[in-house]
């Protein structure tokens, strides 16, 4: 399945405040910071690094929250941009972000601008074409609902006859329609689908009791449960069946097919960071500890 990014990553939804997925094609470029100096160098994974990439390694990035932000002083933040300097930490050497529109990341490496892609990109069969992936998350899609789950929402079948909420056009809607047969089998009524412009609209709709739930990408589920209202406006429901989200799909970072030397050394990166702690630490500060990998994988996807 390809997930099909959302319309808005939400910044402040109390606030009505919006970061685009896509924002901007300005370069908002980030060298690596203090803040990577206790990760130590893996001398195997530098190593690997081939000598073209030895002076830095150049990313195409964007803004889709958490995954990657821009702070007041329009910095790069995130959990994308803090496993980067993990890596390059890691390599011995700079990830440099660049902010930039989603749809011009790829060419972007094939005209020799960047040399890889962090922009919480999923790992599918049709990029494969053009990239490899070296895949550092798992994750699906989540149900975000008003904080003390007031309809005691358990799972996916406890929409049926209700609500939900979604952004227009996107695969959320379609998982949600997708249900019908198995809420009629329930001996329930079908979900009601209402699309929206944009993600911070459905979740507006949610916080005003207009819809049950809100369904959308884990990691922007998480965020904003986290952030909106300082924590006191939603809740992700937590399906013991699905620890990943419905319809999990791999992330990771984007190389090209002519770099796959470049792929041996940043997945021996990452499981050093994974061996170490470090992946586990940056995960747990974003919220985001139960769409992890036990190990660097390549197109998983």
Known sequence: MVRVRLA??????????????????????????????????DARAAKLLPARFKSGIDVASGVYAPMEMLDSQQKFTG???????????????SFNFTNQAFDSIIPSLQSGKHDIIMYGMNDTPERQKSLYFVDYFHAGMDIVVKKGNPEKIGNVLDLCGKSVAVAKATTQAALMRSQASACKAAGKSPITVVELPSEGDALVAVRAGKATADVLDAAVAEYNARTAGNGKEFEVVRDPAHPTGYAPVYTGVGVLRKDHDLVLALKSALDSLVEDG?????????????YGVTSAKVNAG
Request: proline residues 0%; charged residues 15%; positive net charge.
């Open 278 to 290: 470090t992946y586990r630490q940056i995960l747990k500060k974003y919220g985001l500890t139960s």
């Open 8 to 41: 808005a990553a939400i910044a402040a939804v109390a606030a009505g405040t919006l970061l685009t997925a896509c924002s901007g094609a300005s370069d908002t470029s980030t060298k690596q910071t203090a803040a990577t100096a206790t990760v130590a160098r």
């Open 79 to 93: 959990f994308d941009y803090d496993l980067g300097q993990a890596l390059g930490a890691k390599l011995g050497v």
